[in-house]
């Protein structure tokens, strides 16, 4: 007999699914049963991902939606709603890097448009899963980075900002809402086997030379470590967490 998975008849919504971090959480609610709604912008690999999820047994659908718009935020609760009959837990991974330059220097409109994704897509996207989830209990998990509230970087004002933000967001939002039966928290990694870890120009064996002194364990974290934490904290595992930002970065701000 089937040995049952920990979100087994659980439905999930992942944002920012066609991401490093994204597509691991997706894949990894997938194969510990859930049915998973797979947000993203980019139609194509949004439909690559359903496919992988599919052929390893699991049930998945694309939906494209742009966070930073309201109505398409609802929109997304609301396929995943229609689609598999409720939303359980669900994980605001959606997230863009910007580009660096000190702040005098800095782009107002890369300023807009990476505080627009990052923190106001975190926002809409909570406003309206825990607006469904508040009838019946749920679980929501905001991707921020160990680069913000934990972490300084030259030259990364806005995203620094924004997930600076997301983490006291995701603060309120569970003091708001733990009445309501939804529990809210983060996780924060730090440098991810990604190409946002990566310079312009450099290979990967130079980023991880690079890295390998910045990063007290060594190595930078597979994504798949990022989405076990991300799975822990929307699991009953951990029901009297409440409010935390979970960070995992091998020791860097430790």
């Known amino acids: 007999m089937e040995l049952m998975k920990r979100f087994d008849g659980k439905v999930a919504l992942v944002t920012g699914a066609t991401g490093v971090v994204g597509g691991a959480v997706a894949r990894a609610y997938a194969k510990e049963g859930a049915a998973v709604l797979a947000v993203g912008r980019d139609n194509a690999r949004l439909g690559a991902l359903v496919k992988e999820i599919e052929d390893d047994g699991g049930r998945a659908s694309a939906f494209a939606a ?17 689609r598999y009959g409720g939303l359980d837990v669900a994980c605001n991974a959606a997230g863009i890097f910007g580009m660096l330059a000190p702040v005098a220097d800095y782009d107002e409109d890369v300023w807009d448009d990476v505080l627009a994704v990052n923190l106001k897509g975190v926002f809409l996207s909570m406003k309206h899963e825990i607006a469904h989830m508040r009838a019946h209990g749920g679980a929501v998990v905001n991707v921020a980075s160990n680069l ?18 997301v983490s006291h967001l995701t ?9 309501d039966g939804v529990r809210v928290n983060a996780v924060s990694p730090g440098p991810i086997d990604s190409p946002m870890a990566t310079r312009p120009g450099e290979t990967r064996e130079e980023r991880d030379e690079r890295l390998r002194g910045a990063l007290p364990i060594g190595r930078v974290a597979a994504p798949e470590e990022i989405a076990a934490a991300v799975l822990w904290l ?14 995992i970065d091998g020791g860097a701000t430790a």
């Open 171 to 179: 603060r309120t939002a569970a003091r708001d809402h733990i009445a």
């Open 234 to 247: 929307s699991s009953p595992e951990s029901s009297f967490v409440v409010g935390q930002d979970h960070v």
């Open 66 to 82: 742009d966070v930073t718009r309201s109505s398409e935020a609802a929109a997304m609760v609301a396929a995943a709603v229609s």
């Open 148 to 165: 913000g509230a934990h972490w300084r970087l030259p030259g990364a004002a806005a995203y620094a900002a924004s997930k600076a933000a």
